[in-house]
């Protein structure tokens, strides 16, 4: 049998493909694991890669950063003779990052087929540059594997084939779950000197929060209220990190009291974090849905989701960026303990396997 190529390229991407890469070779199948080096910097993608017991990457292309047409274009470019090289049998893709439909075109032009993970999710917000790949990637994949129902419903309306979609729960809880014990013997709370569930936990990246100078200001200013009583951990993207600097707030976030910034954290000591905080304030899609697992109140700084189920079933609440919105969602959860939520079906840590014997079939 040609080889599989599995894709990583971002932070995400490394905790969708981890089971699945373990798995699979678990069931002696040729994987090949290719790295785009979307993400570069050693904190957001070397330590996760140990954190998740990955090996190091077979291939890896390093991209690095640039602007979306640009490193699409690298990607593309690079990622074309790697196929050609290797004539995979199937190339897996993850998520809504630009690796992801970079990667599915070059093998749908070379008629390689193509298995989406995480196919279906949308926010129906077409500013979002994530919303366009997951449209197109869905689009030209052969095998749609979504993480839940309300994925399974977008896609049949938009007239993708039913024989594609393949309802297999959310592989995200796969790595959580397989890390859960690991992450009880962090000792991330002595590093940073806090207690458990004494701590909001923040993390924001998104350019509509982060690039907007305004729209920043607004979360600073809903952090400043929280911490005013409260001890809050926020772990600092590089693209946050340089904004912070870029429009002045650098020097204000640093001397708000109770607030402790830190550099970006490998899986094991964030998952740790996430475990034992009070609260998550984010805008991030995958820690939307390890709140919902784990229990924790979420306060999602976004306008709109593409885990609506998060909402429906989990812990989640969506504020975008309204400091008042913020403050009062962070008082609710402080006072009442937010809300309880149950979690989603399928989300059982089995996806993996599930996902295994659906390729193991399509290959036959």
Request: with cysteine.
């Amino acid at each position: 049998m040609e080889p599989i190529i599995l894709v990583v390229g971002a932070r995400p991407n490394f905790m969708k493909m981890a089971p699945l890469y373990s798995e699979l070779k678990r069931r002696k199948l040729p994987v090949i694991l290719l790295h785009t080096g979307q993400h570069y910097d050693e904190n957001m993608s070397k330590v996760f890669f140990e954190d998740l017991n990955m090996p190091k990457p077979d291939i890896y292309l390093g991209v690095g950063s640039s602007s979306h047409a640009k490193q699409t274009a690298q990607i593309m470019t690079d990622f074309e003779k790697v196929c050609q090289n290797e004539t995979p049998s199937l190339v897996v893709v993850a998520g809504d990052v630009n690796s992801t439909i970079a990667c599915a075109l070059v093998a749908t032009k070379l008629a390689i087929p193509v298995a989406h993970v995480e196919a279906g999710l949308r926010s129906f917000d077409m500013n979002m540059p994530e919303e366009i790949n997951r449209i197109l990637t869905d689009r030209i994949s052969n095998i749609l594997l979504t993480p839940s129902k309300d994925a399974n419903e977008n896609l049949i309306r938009e007239g993708m084939e039913q024989e594609k979609i393949k309802l297999v729960g959310n592989i995200m809880i796969d790595s959580l779950l397989n890390n859960l014990e690991s992450a009880k013997k962090s000792n991330i709370h002595d590093e940073l000197k806090i207690d458990k569930t004494e701590y909001v936990l923040i993390t924001a990246h998104r350019p509509s929060n982060v690039d907007y100078e305004n729209n920043l200001a607004r979360i600073v200013k809903a952090i400043e209220a929280i911490c005013e009583d409260t001890k809050a951990v926020f772990p600092l993207h590089p693209r946050t990190s340089n904004m912070l600097k870029k429009f002045g707030f650098k020097n204000k976030i640093k001397q708000i009291s109770n607030l402790i910034l830190t550099k970006p954290l490998g899986y094991i000591d964030f998952l740790a974090l996430i475990k034992e905080s009070k609260t998550v304030l984010t805008d991030s899609g995958g820690l939307q849905e390890e709140t919902t697992a784990l229990g924790i109140p979420c306060i999602t700084l976004r306008d709109n989701t593409e885990r609506p189920i998060t909402i429906e079933k989990g812990t989640n609440i969506l504020t975008g960026n309204d400091t008042r919105k913020i403050i009062q969602a962070w008082e609710n959860i402080n006072m009442n303990g937010g809300k309880k939520g149950q979690i989603p079906d399928l989300w059982d840590g089995k996806t993996s396997e599930r996902i295994s014997n659906i390729i193991e079939t399509f290959l036959k």
